[in-house]
């Protein structure tokens, strides 16, 4: 092998070696964004059940007052 042959193998083995480099950062590139995703995706499903419950908890407080005052008024029409 001489020295044009030998320069232009590791010329080739360094672009090789570039390409590996740059496939792999794609690679965790497009895995952080998947997992950024499927993070919002459970941060707005976590959103959701939270107002769903507080909606839930809302109505049975209004009910709650509303039998308080439906008893109270009750008791005031006795007297």
Do not use: Y
Not at 48 to 76: F, H, N, P
């Amino acid at each position: 092998m001489n020295a044009k042959d030998m320069k232009q193998l590791l010329s080739s083995m360094e672009s090789n070696i570039k390409l590996q480099g740059r496939a792999r950062a794609e690679k965790r590139a497009r895995e952080a964004e998947r997992e950024q995703k499927e993070f919002r995706e459970k941060l707005m499903c976590a959103a959701a059940s939270q107002a769903e419950l507080e909606s839930m908890a809302k109505k049975i407080k209004g009910t709650d007052a509303a039998m308080q005052r439906d008893q109270l008024t009750g008791l005031m029409d006795g007297f």
